[in-house]
């Protein structure tokens, strides 16, 4: 029986080329190439997409540049880095600056919450449950408090107030346009990926985030327009934030034949590292405090996060000072590994006492201070990679297990820096192992664990014994 070759291809959109190739075999045969369905990438949407992607790029721009005036004003310095800027200012400075972020964001945290309740703010719970739709008078004055919060030096990531806004660009333009269900779903998770491109220069790795995080797939269909929508969200945000590398002048590190048996030795302890995070972090969300109690909670937090960074100034603000240090070789064997333990337990105390932001940074500079001391640790037996190379697998490792997404942490980690490609084996290595170790230990990520819980879910833990819960496995 032959085939009939002439027959329109059947994928949709149709291609303007309907003929199928002499030897009758479809394009769809190949597994990323498949059928748009729902999510029909049709003009509509495309130009949807690109609206999306400028306000996005706007809103980025406007949440950095509140985050760095507040910044300025709370620590009194003009140029040169955040962390400089706090270790300039007195130690009466700081506590003050923490302690007025306590009563700031505990007022308005509380006062948001009450005036908006049962709307959303969370992009994650929003795409991945697919119930409900982000709001925006909630969702931008909870970016606006973090921002300011964190720029008073409160340890949290500043990219979940653009990545929010970016979502929320997405929903407003797509129902505007009278997107399909499918195809606004997509343009959300298209304006949340380019919210985190727009604020770190990282186009590439906020495709990625798209897709493998956000949506799941990374198929064509998928990658198409979150490619197009991070980058005209990363150039929209020239406007006002710079286009160069987030971390400037990191050295090209090289491979050696240390830093490669060594990973196979910290990406187990890594990994185990982000599942005890991981863990605590979502154990901390669920259980923050609400209510009038939530008042004073952020005020106790920050002001112990104060009086720890009067000894490690460090701890103040997401971190990125702090992996930029490591990445250049800066910093001492007891130092590194006081900062490992303290920044991740400063950071689940914020997000304890209510507190809303971030987790990248704050989760990505750990994983670099805890892969240079365990680099530092090595050397001691196998002298010849310079810490800054450990710092820079350690951050790849730690952000790609602990998102649950090797992909994308891998793929930011080299637009953050714009070095690391000597390093990429290895870097792959620790990352493989790390994840892997996240994924059978718990399966959690930063971005799961943090998800509200569902009134019809049966209480955490196993059941008594001889009882069976019924209903579909939850992971």
């Known amino acids: 029986m032959t085939r009939d070759r002439s027959s329109n291809r059947r994928r949709q959109p149709q291609p303007l080329l309907r003929r199928r190739l002499p030897s009758g075999r479809g394009a769809m045969e190949q597994p990323n190439a498949s059928d748009d369905g729902a999510t029909a990438l049709s003009p509509r949407f495309w130009v949807a997409l690109g609206l999306t992607g400028v306000a996005t790029g706007l809103f980025g721009a406007g ?3 509140l985050l760095f005036h507040v910044e ?159 980058g005209i969200a990363t150039a929209t945000a020239w406007v006002y934030l710079p286009n160069q590398a987030t971390y400037q002048g990191v050295t090209d590190y090289h491979v050696t034949a240390s830093i490669l048996v060594w990973t196979l030795v910290a990406g187990p302890v890594l990994g185990v590292a982000a599942a005890v ?41 997401n971190g990125k000072d702090m992996a930029h240090d490591v990445f250049l070789g800066n910093g001492d064997l007891v130092l590194l590994l006081a900062l490992a333990v303290l920044k991740p337990a400063v950071t689940a105390l914020c997000l304890a006492s209510g507190a809303s932001g971030g987790l990248f940074t704050p989760v990505m500079s750990s994983g670099a201070v805890l892969g240079a001391a365990l680099g530092m640790i090595w050397s001691h037996w196998w002298p010849g990679t310079p810490v800054g190379a450990f710092a820079m697998v350690g951050a790849a490792a730690m952000i790609g297990c602990s998102m649950q997404a090797p992909v994308t942490g891998l ?11 000597g390093l990429m084996v290895p870097m792959i290595v620790a990352t493989v192992i790390a994840t892997a170790v996240v994924r059978y230990v718990d399966g959690y990520s930063i971005y799961s664990a943090r998800l509200p819980a569902l009134p019809d879910l049966p209480p955490a833990g196993p059941p008594p014994s001889g009882v069976r819960r019924s209903g579909p496995h939850r992971g």
């Not at 930011?412 to 714009?418: F, G, P, R």
Request: charged residues 10%; glycine residues 16%; contains cysteine.
């Open 411 to 421: 793929a930011l980690v080299l637009e953050l820096t714009h070095s690391g490609f």
């Open 277 to 317: 995070y991981i863990r605590a972090i979502g154990w901390l969300s669920h259980h923050r405090l609400t209510g009038i109690p939530s008042l004073f909670a952020p005020l106790v937090a920050f002001g112990l996060l104060g009086i720890v960074g009067l000894a490690y100034p460090q701890l103040f603000g």
């Open 63 to 65: 949440l950095m540049a």
């Open 72 to 230: 300025s004003a709370a620590f009194g310095y003009v140029g040169g880095t955040f962390q400089s800027g706090v270790e300039a200012a007195s130690g009466l400075r700081r506590m003050t600056s923490l302690l007025l972020a306590g009563v700031f964001g505990g007022v308005a945290w509380y006062l948001l919450r009450r005036y908006t309740p049962g709307r959303k703010s969370e992009l994650d719970d929003v795409l991945w449950s697919r119930t409900g739709e982000l709001s925006l008078r909630r969702s931008l004055g909870t970016g606006v408090i973090s921002e300011i919060v964190i720029g008073m030096g409160v340890s949290l990531g500043r990219e979940a107030a653009p990545k929010t806004m970016g979502g929320v660009s997405g929903g407003l333009l797509g129902r505007w346009f009278g997107l399909s269900p499918a195809q606004l779903r997509l343009l959300i998770a298209c304006g949340g990926g380019a919210g985190l491109a727009a604020v770190y220069n990282v186009p590439l790795g906020g495709a990625f985030f798209t897709a493998e995080i956000l949506i799941g797939s990374v198929s064509i269909a998928t990658m198409l327009p979150a490619l197009a929508c991070t």
